[in-house]
T-cell receptor, first 111, second 113 residues
Framework: GENVEQHPSTLSVQEGDSAVIKCTYSDSASNYFPWYKQELGKRPQLIIDIRSNVGEKKDQRIAVTLNKTAKHFSLHITETQPEDSAVYFC??????????FGAGTRLTVKP | DAGITQSPRHKVTETGTPVTLRCHQTENHRYMYWYRQDPGHGLRLIHYSYGVKDTDKGEVSDGYSVSRSKTEDFLLTLESATSSQTSVYFCATKGRGSATEAFFGQGTRLTVV
């Protein structure tokens, strides 16, 4: 099955700085790459996703890039705010049957 | 939030006892998943379902079984609970169509003593 690795496991930035989280996947057939944010004690919620036919997608302060050749994708958060502090998960899936997650990145934004 | 409800929300059980967790959805989503969340491991797929009575194993399926007799319900059973199964369990659902968002339930915190 698919294997997803995520780095770093923890990330601390100053408010206003940018944050980058990177993931790699193993199965070249993966075609969907979502990112989820999980606040303490809450359920994971989708913040952005990208499909394999797109190289980059942006939504306000959040962007995701995908390099299919290298099998890696990244989440970029600009102008970070304290409310961005959470655990972020990347995932990769092949169709609908199987969605695998990375181990997560705990992001702390210091005021 | 999508209409996904997990029950119970919290449970403490003894080693060796069977435990069943329930996931109920009102979205008529075809796909349903069970994950466990542990520190350092993220979300690991236990089992998933792609239709009524259609299920398959994920990456950490040993010691777990599932059933889906109705579109709206996906049950996860720990046949004989062990301390290593202490975890937070999340159910997720997804509608038809490749590359679509999965929605998560609130989670069930299970402690095996």
């Amino acid at each position: 099955g698919e294997n997803v690795e995520q780095h770093p496991s923890t990330l601390s930035v100053q408010e206003g700085d940018s944050a980058v989280i990177k993931c790699t996947y193993s199965d070249s057939a993966s075609n969907y790459f979502p990112w989820y944010k999980q606040e303490l004690g809450k359920r994971p919620q989708l913040i952005i996703d990208i499909r394999s036919n797109v190289g980059e997608k942006k939504d306000q302060r959040i962007a995701v890039t995908l390099n299919k050749t290298a099998k890696h994708f990244s989440l970029h958060i600009t102008e970070t705010q304290p409310e961005d502090s959470a655990v972020y998960f990347c995932a990769a899936s092949i169709g609908d049957n199987d969605m695998r997650f990375g181990a997560g990145t705990r992001l702390t934004v210091k005021p | 939030d999508a209409g996904i409800t997990q029950s119970p929300r919290h449970k403490v059980t003894e080693t060796g006892t069977p435990v069943t967790l329930r996931c109920h959805q009102t979205e008529n989503h075809r796909y349903m998943y069970w994950y466990r969340q542990d520190p350092g491991h993220g979300l690991r797929l236990i089992h998933y379902s792609y239709g009524v009575k259609d299920t398959d194993k994920g990456e950490v399926s040993d010691g777990y079984s599932v059933s889906r007799s109705k579109t709206e319900d996906f049950l996860l059973t720990l046949e004989s609970a062990t301390s290593s199964q202490t975890s937070v369990y999340f159910c997720a659902t997804k509608g038809r169509g490749s590359a679509t968002e999965a929605f998560f339930g609130q989670g069930t915190r299970l402690t095996v003593v």
